[in-house]
């Protein structure tokens, strides 16, 4: 299994700092977050959820999200509140970004053909939030066939019920697809990744 990628799933500003989408548990998960980016910098891509300019230039019921959620647009947004926080920008390169408009990174296809080429087996996922973008994440990367090893300690979630029954759902009813470690023991086990 030596073709694996960490997908670190939207540790951004947005989120850590103080605006309506504020994660407070996200400065708990950064040291695990940044051991495994800082393992392997080559082997991360941590991806950015990049809200719209205006609730209109996404399909459908993203519409209604952003009405609801319009202080998160672009243009109501700080500078530099999508970019990643700032111990994980300094990883980047060679850690690469990838950006994406929706909970899931694989709806425009892009990453998937990307890691397809590069034969991409494993996902070692990190971020957050446990039960949205990361739960769309591994769900997604089911979908598509990966191995997934989910790292309990170095995902987060603002409501502690659904980040725990989440992991809960993953462990046990995706058992064949999704392993839940904790950082620690997927860095031992790593060397014979």
């Given at each position: 299994m030596s073709n694996w990628v960490h997908l670190c799933i939207d540790m951004q500003r947005m989120f850590s700092d103080q605006t309506p989408w504020h994660v407070s548990w996200m400065p708990r998960i950064v040291d695990e977050v940044l051991e495994v980016a800082q393992y392997h910098p080559e082997r991360t891509i941590f991806t950015r959820f990049v809200?719209?300019?205006?609730?209109?230039?996404?399909?459908?019921m993203w519409q209604t999200y952003y009405e609801k959620w319009h202080e998160m647009t672009l243009p109501a947004l700080a500078p530099g509140m999508i970019d990643l926080i700032p111990e994980l920008m300094s990883l980047v390169p060679p850690a690469r970004v990838f950006d994406?408009?929706?909970y899931s990174p694989w709806t425009s296809g892009h990453?998937?053909?990307l890691l397809d080429q590069e034969k991409v087996t494993t996902l070692v996922i990190t971020?957050?939030?446990t039960?949205?973008?990361v739960l769309a994440s591994v769900l997604g990367a089911v979908d598509l066939g990966y191995k997934v090893i989910l790292l309990r300690d170095a995902v987060c979630s603002g409501a502690d019920d659904t980040h725990d029954a989440s992991l809960e759902l993953l462990a046990s009813r995706f058992s064949v697809q999704v392993e839940v470690l904790t950082t620690e023991k997927f860095?031992?086990?790593?060397?014979?990744l």
């Open positions: 809200p719209p300019r205006h609730p209109s230039d996404l399909p459908g994406k408009s929706t990453l998937h053909s971020g957050g939030e039960d949205i973008c860095l031992m086990q790593s060397s014979t």
